[in-house]
Every structure is written in C-alpha cells, then in structure tokens.
C-alpha cells in the first residue's frame, strides 16, 4: 500500500486534529483561591493536639471557565495523614497531592505550605469535685457540711495540662434563706478548657443547714457519787452545753447530772467528772464541765 492510498481520509484526519489543537490550546482558563479546611486524618487515639494549630489554608485552584464557576468550597479539602504519628513535634508539607479537588481542577498554590504539629500523650486522673455555694442561710442557721456524689471524677487530656489540675468544680448552689438542707445537681467545670471529664457531667450536692450553735453553762451543778461512798472537794461544778440555741433554751438544769463513778477508782484521790445527759432534744452535747476532776475523800467507816 503506497504513501498515497487514502489521501484523502489522511489529510481530512490531520485537519481534525489541528483543529482540535488549536481549540484546546485556544481555550482560556479561570483562577480561583478558597479557604479550605485542614482534615486530621488516623491521629492516634492516645495523642492531644496542642496550642493552635493552623485549621484552614488558602488554596489556589485552577481550571476552564465552566468548570471553575462550579467550586464550591466543600469539594476542596486538605488532608493530612497522622497514622503512625507519635509525641513531639511533627512538620507537614502540603503538597498538591494533600489536596481533594473535583476532577479537572488543578491546584496552583497552598498558604501555608508548611504545617507544624505538636502533639502530647493523653493522662487520665481522678480529682476531687469542689462544690459552691452561694447565699446565706436563714438567719440564725449556717452550713454545717457540704458533701458531693460522687466525691471524686475522671478527667483526660494533654499529659501536662491534667497533671496540673488539683480539682473539679460545680456550678453555684444557693442556699440563699434556707433553714433546711439543700440538695441540687449541677454541671462540672475545669479551670482549663483543653481539658474534659470522662464521668457524667453533672454530680448531686448537698448543703446539711443547721441552727447556729451555740454554747449555755448550767452553774452550781451537784455532782452524785455513784460506785460507793465519799465526800467530792467540789461537790458542784458547772457544765457547759453545746448546739442549737432553739433547744438550749428548752433544757432544764435536771436534764443534766454529773457524777463520779467510784466502783474502778479505789483508792483514788481524785476522779474525772462524767456528765449525763436524759431527755434533752438533739443536737445538744457535753463541751466541758468545770472543774473537769474532783478530789474525792472516803467515807469514815461505820458512818452513814
């Protein structure tokens, strides 16, 4: 088959790819930049990102007219692989294979090019929740205890951000008036926001209200010998109470009796005074009773 065969077929061919050269080659292209977002993709589970790292980039894209006009800035993405990353500091270069585009679309730019990462091992610890309280009781009542559930809560983050946490707190609980406990469940806090609790986030508190105490001396208390007999160098003392004013007033010096017990101190000169207490309402406690010892002389025999 000669040179010639088919010339024509051969020359119209080479017209149609001229052409088709020429159309390509004549075609213009658009430009187009976008901030688009940094995807952190396999970070390790034990690792924390740490400071700020950079979380969008500049794009420059390029492509036809028609195609460009078409972007929108959830086609475009940066990616970066961490698999296998590991404590310390990490430099990524960005290249136009880190960056997802839709077919057609070449990337020309990226701003930054470079990313620096710090990354730090993850700390779990348990730290004790810290309640507060806000307000003032009833008058003539304060908070007695406050107690939380649960006491303590897990917390995780950064290695060296938890191990300078020393505790959790709650939100404000008022006990604004109360005369009676108060009982609410609040949401935790940490002073430092990287960090979070792995437990529920809120815990139950209670604020126990009481009367104020307050203290009350019976003077000139007779002290009853018990155990056997003797004469008490003072027979009297006086006995000092504690608790709520409310129920102090209501004693009667009768509610009240101390004594000594001779029956385990023979041949004892001197014994400590026991204060018993009968039908007193709660709250009300011994706090001393002066004098606290009594010198104590037998009995003559044969006398009464």
Do not use: C
Not at 32 to 61: A, I, S, W
Not at 91 to 120: C, D, K, M, Q, W
Request: glycine share 8%; aromatic share 2%; charged share 25%.
């Amino acid at each position: 088959m000669g040179v010639l065969d088919h010339l024509g077929l051969k020359l119209t061919s080479l017209a149609l790819a001229a052409a088709l050269w020429f159309v390509i080659a004549g075609q213009k292209t658009s430009e187009m930049g976008l901030e688009v977002p940094v995807e952190l993709q396999n970070l390790p589970k034990e690792l924390e990102l740490m400071g700020d790292p950079v979380t969008q980039v500049e794009v420059r894209l390029r492509a036809s007219p028609g195609i460009i006009q078409q972007v929108e800035r959830g086609d475009v993405s940066a990616r970066i692989d961490l698999a296998g990353a590991g404590e310390g500091e990490r430099i990524v270069h960005l290249t136009a294979e880190s960056i997802t585009v839709p077919y057609g679309v070449t990337v020309v730019r990226i701003n930054p090019s470079i990313v620096t990462l710090n990354f730090e091992m993850t700390l779990q610890k348990r730290v004790p929740v810290r309640p507060r309280l806000v307000g003032r009781p009833a008058p003539n009542h304060e908070v007695a205890e406050v107690t939380v559930e649960p006491a303590e809560v897990r917390i995780a983050g950064p290695k060296s951000r938890v191990q300078e946490v020393e505790s959790a707190f709650t939100e404000p609980v008022s006990v604004e008036g109360a005369a009676s406990n108060v009982t609410d469940a609040v949401n935790l806090g940490l002073e430092d926001p990287v960090l979070r609790t792995l437990d529920s986030p809120s815990v139950m508190v209670t604020a126990r209200i009481r009367e104020v105490e307050t203290t009350r001396t019976l003077a000139g208390l007779p002290v009853e010998v018990r155990g056997g007999r003797a004469t008490l160098r003072p027979g009297a003392v006086d006995v000092v109470l504690r608790g709520p004013a409310s129920a102090l007033a209501r004693l009667a010096p009768d509610n009240v009796r101390p004594y000594v017990d001779l029956a385990p101190l023979a041949g004892a000169r001197a014994a400590a005074v026991t204060v018993e207490l009968s039908g007193v309402p709660a709250g009300v406690a011994v706090e001393r009773s002066e004098p606290d010892r009594v010198a104590i002389r037998p009995a003559a025999a044969g006398k009464d």
